[in-house]
T-cell receptor, first 113, second 111 residues
Framework: DAGITQSPRYKITETGRQVTLMCHQT?????MFWYRQDLGHGLRLIYY???????DKGEVPDGYVVSRSKTENFPLTLESATRSQTSVYFC????????????FGEGSRLTVL | RKEVEQDPGPFNVPEGATVAFNCTYS??????FFWYRQDCRKEPKLLMS???SGNEDGRFTAQLNRASQYISLLIRDSKLSDSATYLC????????????FGTGTLLAVQP
């Protein structure tokens, strides 16, 4: 009953490789989000989803692809990883009614060499 | 200009001190405001929402100034355990799905 889990927690890959970060939540929350966190930039929204099969771009969507075929899963794919995508990635979810309280996963630390 | 801005700090304060953080936002249509806390290498967690009339939760007080477009967080009687990064977050009217975060302010409470 972990709530929201991300995998892998740590990943090292090479430039040009495809990488998928997984996010799974057990609360049946409608909304799910992907953020990246970098020094000097804070948390920046990549993509979000209001429900299964509904996704939308955030502040920094370029280079990323998302899907949401099931309510509980929201994978983030880097189709061709670049060094600038080295970051900590946080998945988050919330209910449809409360716009402020996001529940975050523990984060996935990605290094692109 | 970033939509939400914070002084990154660090704020180094002794135990028992009172410390205040400000966060400015550029979108006058912003509707909802929040403070999150993030411990080192951990995920952010909601600390408190910020209401128009101001609100208090124990040693923490949050205020909103719509005219000047900033929110503030005041921590009284600082504890060592308050050491963390404090992130402000803003939702915009018409884009309530997008919670935009500031870069965070690092607080280090010294014994």
């Amino acid at each position: 009953d972990a709530g929201i889990t991300q995998s892998p927690r740590y990943k090292i890959t090479e430039t040009g490789r495809q990488v998928t970060l997984m996010c799974h939540q057990t609360w049946s929350h409608s909304y799910m989000f992907w953020y990246r966190q970098d020094l000097g930039h804070g948390l920046r929204l990549i993509y979000y989803s209001a429900a299964a099969d509904i996704t939308d771009k955030g502040e920094v969507p370029d280079g990323y692809v998302v899907s949401r075929s099931k309510t509980e899963n929201f994978p983030l794919t880097l189709e061709s990883a670049t060094r600038s995508q080295t970051s900590v990635y946080f998945c988050a979810s919330r209910t449809s009614g409360n716009t402020g309280e996001l529940f975050f996963g523990e984060g996935s630390r990605l290094t692109v060499l | 200009r970033k939509e939400v801005e914070q002084d990154p700090g660090p704020f180094n304060v002794p135990e028992g001190a009172t410390v205040a953080f400000n966060c400015t936002y550029s979108n006058s249509a912003s509707q909802s405001f929040f403070w999150y806390r993030q411990d080192c290498r951990k995920e952010p967690k909601l600390l408190m929402s910020v209401y128009s009339s101001g609100n208090e939760d124990g040693r923490f007080t949050a205020q909103l100034n719509r005219a000047s477009q900033y929110i503030s967080l005041l921590i009284r009687d600082s504890k060592l355990s308050d050491s963390a990064t404090y992130l402000c977050a803003v939702n915009s009217r018409g884009a309530t799905n997008k919670l935009i975060f500031g870069t965070g302010t690092l607080l280090a409470v010294q014994p």
